[in-house]
């Protein structure tokens, strides 16, 4: 099981009684080890991805994303200087390089995001060809609907909605206060809420019962693959997605 700043720790030195964690992996690459910055990319990517495909609503662009914010984070890495987990220190170089290429994209007036059609690759193969009709429907349209929102609201629902962070952790890692991110989930929910009322009047989606913590209820979009194990320590084994590409 992950944990919030230890990550898996099973893979990198697996005989050891007490594997290294997050911080310790951060430090020994800023003195030169050369594998340990690999297996933290490998720790995290799979969240990594599910957050940049989400935001982004292409495979392509999710995965040059979350390279782009892999090398930021293997180069800045002596910058780090604990204030944060380092989970959250790595979700949000990789939220900024997502809305990095939101903006990109708005300026030159074009957005993979509009697509219906790149939005539809984001169901994996075997989940398009054998979920029900219903399911596939309500999935895309879920998905096109958190693609209308602006690039701020879209990260903060993300974040809070669809990957379960707290809204405190959510504000650390988008570095904007509290406040700042109950209202971006709030206007968000507002915009998405015709849709759900009408996904939920034809009984094709579920209420998520109450909140727990400082959570807020979830939409039910089933997650996004992650990348599969590539067993490498470059730091740019994100490119293509890790096979999805």
Same mark, same amino acid.
């Given at each position: 099981?992950?944990?919030?700043?230890?990550? /898996?720790?099973?893979?990198?030195?697996?005989?050891?009684?007490?594997?290294?964690s997050?911080?310790d992996?951060?430090?020994?690459?800023?003195?030169?080890?050369?594998?340990?910055?690999?297996?933290?990319?490998?720790?995290?990517?799979d969240?990594?991805?599910?957050?940049?495909? $989400?935001?982004?609503?292409d $495979?392509?662009?999710?995965?040059?994303?979350?390279? /782009?914010a892999?090398?930021?984070?293997?180069?800045a890495?002596?910058?780090?200087?604990?204030?944060?987990?380092?989970?959250?220190?790595?979700?949000?170089?990789?939220?900024?390089?997502?809305?990095?290429?939101?903006?990109?994209?708005a300026?030159?007036?074009?957005?993979?995001?509009d697509?219906?059609?790149?939005?539809?690759?984001?169901?994996?193969?075997? +989940?398009?060809? +054998?979920?029900?009709?219903?399911?596939?429907?309500?999935?895309?349209?879920?998905?096109?609907?958190?693609?209308?929102?602006p690039?701020?609201?879209?990260?903060?629902?993300v974040?809070?909605?669809?990957q379960?962070?707290?809204?405190?952790?959510?504000?650390r890692?988008?570095d904007?206060?509290?406040g700042?991110?109950?209202?971006?989930?709030?206007?968000?929910?507002?915009?998405?809420?015709?849709?759900?009322?009408?996904?939920?009047?034809? @009984?094709?989606?579920d209420?998520t019962? @109450?909140?727990?913590?400082?959570?807020?209820?979830?939409?039910?979009?089933p997650?996004?693959?992650?990348?599969?194990?590539?067993?490498t320590?470059?730091?740019?084994?994100?490119?293509?997605?890790?096979g999805?590409?």
């Amino acid at each position: 099981m992950a944990t919030a700043e230890g990550g /898996d720790r099973e893979h990198y030195g697996s005989g050891a009684a007490d594997p290294p964690s997050d911080a310790d992996l951060l430090a020994q690459h800023v003195a030169g080890d050369p594998d340990a910055f690999g297996e933290l990319a490998r720790r995290h990517r799979d969240r990594l991805w599910a957050v940049a495909l $989400r935001t982004l609503g292409d $495979r392509e662009e999710a995965a040059d994303a979350v390279q /782009d914010a892999l090398i930021s984070a293997f180069r800045a890495a002596h910058t780090f200087r604990g204030q944060s987990a380092v989970t959250t220190w790595l979700h949000r170089i990789t939220v900024n390089a997502c809305l990095d290429r939101v903006r990109k994209a708005a300026s030159r007036k074009t957005s993979p995001v509009d697509d219906p059609e790149r939005l539809d690759q984001l169901l994996e193969p075997h +989940e398009s060809a +054998e979920a029900p009709a219903e399911r596939h429907d309500l999935h895309r349209e879920l998905l096109a609907a958190l693609a209308t929102l602006p690039a701020e609201q879209r990260a903060a629902l993300v974040l809070v909605d669809m990957q379960g962070y707290p809204v405190a952790e959510t504000a650390r890692i988008l570095d904007v206060p509290v406040g700042t991110v109950k209202s971006r989930c709030a206007r968000g929910r507002a915009r998405l809420a015709p849709l759900l009322t009408h996904l939920r009047s034809d @009984g094709r989606a579920d209420e998520t019962p @109450g909140t727990e913590g400082n959570r807020t209820p979830r939409a039910s979009v089933p997650p996004a693959a992650g990348p599969r194990d590539t067993g490498t320590s470059d730091p740019t084994v994100m490119k293509g997605g890790g096979g999805h590409r």
